[in-house]
């Protein structure tokens, strides 16, 4: 499995931002794909999560509203747009493939591949 993120970087509150994750390595299109973040001193964060096709969607409270997920199956990526950010999204943030849905999506377990890192500044 290998999962490599991108589009990260340095912006303002209020910005936005499009995160992208390049799959390969397993067959994309019949997982559910998700995205976690891990900000400096915390622990990793579920963030998103999208159905095999795409229309269903979940999302963690913290980013609800303001971030999209979103996936294309025939290029085997997935995507993050990102809303309306402020200083607490400042984090490594990871795509991932859900490995095994525990009670919730927070206590789930993901394989996740390289991370990008995201600096909002005020």
């Known amino acids: 499995v290998q999962l490599q993120a991108s589009g990260g970087g340095l912006v303002h509150t209020g910005d936005s931002l499009r995160l992208s994750c390049a799959a390969s390595?397993?067959?994309?299109?019949?997982?559910?794909m998700s995205w976690l973040r891990q900000a400096p001193g915390k622990a990793l964060e579920w963030l998103a999560s999208?159905?095999?096709?795409?229309?269903?969607?979940y999302y963690a409270d913290s980013v609800k509203g303001r971030f999209t997920i979103s996936r294309d199956n025939a290029i085997n990526t997935l995507y993050l747009q990102m809303n309306s950010l402020n200083a607490e999204d400042t984090a490594v943030y990871y795509c991932?493939?859900?490995?095994?849905?525990?009670?919730?999506?927070?206590?789930?377990?993901?394989?996740r591949g390289q991370g990008t890192q995201v600096t909002v500044s005020s």
């Open positions: 999208i159905y095999y096709d795409g229309p269903n969607t």
């Open positions: 390595g397993f067959t994309f299109s019949i997982h559910y």
């Open positions: 991932a493939k859900l490995d095994r849905y525990g009670t919730t999506w927070h206590d789930s377990q993901f394989t």
